[in-house]
């Protein structure tokens, strides 16, 4: 009996292998070797069904314990972290479900009078994208651009599946429906530019599964002390490791976990280490879609380089 793959193992096609050590060069404006860059996850879910993160054992519908310790990140603890970053004068891509504008808009609103980038992350994140075929994907993706340039005035130019959850045509929906970038894969530490059917091309920005707090905090049980010192350790280590190669750290935050009181005064330290860094110009503080517009700038002006 042979083995299920025995020469070449499926592939998605989208990139190649080229190691990070093996890139073109360039430099962030400013200058700047390191992009910095918050992933503001602002979500809404369905009442007595759906998905959702659980802070202890899902109950019986309607789950008013893990409903509620969710919905505390809308009404109280999303509005502690703006205040928090209006005082160190930090951007976020706040990452937002379009049931927002249904249920809390004055949040979605208070991210745009901030001037922060709105990034598509799906209707609810109550449900996963990849189950859905492509006809319904495709009306997801056009539903949600629409209705962010009708309620807020900006039509989203990239996207974070609700769960990271992709079918095998996604980027390929995301090019033909006007997105620019993705920021689905977690597999590298510079921006890819990723193939989509037809001869064309959609950016990925890389987007933590580990600088995050739900995997770090909700699935490893991590103390808000040690996240904030793995933000600063994390940081530490790519501002040095930047000196060789540009490179992207972002920084994935949910307000009904990091916005909770004891752990908002841990992130206080962290994000406060970032922005002294900024001021000292060692850093290019920025969003995902900044980030995206200087790669198609750069590549666009040097078409011999590589950059997927």
């Not at 603890?77 to 970053?85: D, I, K, Q, S, V």
């Not at 707090?213 to 490893?220: F, K, N, Q, S, Y």
């Not at 940081?235 to 004891?262: C, K, N, T």
């Amino acid at each position: 009996m042979t083995t299920r793959w025995p020469d070449l193992l499926p592939s998605h096609d989208r990139f190649g292998y080229r190691p990070i050590t093996q890139r073109p060069d360039y430099v962030w404006p400013n200058g700047a070797r390191l992009a910095v860059y918050l992933g503001f996850n602002i979500e809404h879910f369905a009442f007595g069904d759906g998905l959702g993160a659980c802070i202890g054992p899902a109950s019986p519908q309607p789950d008013v314990l893990n409903h509620g310790w969710r919905e505390y990140g809308n009404r109280v603890g999303a509005w502690r972290c703006l205040e928090l970053f209006d005082t160190l004068a930090l951007p976020t891509g706040a990452l937002i479900n379009t049931a927002l504008y249904d249920h809390c808009p004055e949040l979605v609103a208070a991210c745009v009078a901030r001037g922060d980038e709105l990034i598509g992350h799906g209707h609810s994140n109550a449900e996963r994208q990849g189950a859905l075929d492509e006809e319904h994907e495709r009306a997801l993706l056009l539903r949600c651009r629409e209705r962010m340039l009708r309620e807020s005035g900006q039509a989203p130019a990239g996207w974070l599946s609700p769960w990271i959850s992709e079918s095998a045509v996604t980027p390929d929906l995301l090019r033909e429906t006007g997105y620019g970038y993705t920021l689905n894969w977690c597999h590298d530490d510079q921006p890819v530019r990723m193939r989509t059917r037809g001869g064309g091309s959609i950016w990925s920005v890389p987007y933590p599964q580990e600088l995050n707090d739900i995997p770090m905090i909700v699935g490893r049980l991590m103390d808000a002390k040690d996240f904030s010192a793995m933000v600063v350790d994390n940081f530490d280590e790519m501002l040095e490791q930047s000196r060789a190669q540009p490179l992207v750290m972002g920084l994935a935050l949910h307000p009904y976990i990091v916005g909770q009181p004891y752990r908002l005064r841990h992130l206080r330290t962290a994000l406060s280490h970032l922005a002294r860094a900024r001021d000292r110009g060692e850093i290019w503080f920025t969003t995902p879609g900044a980030i995206a517009g200087h790669m198609t700038q750069l590549a666009a002006e040097r078409p011999e380089d590589d950059f997927g």
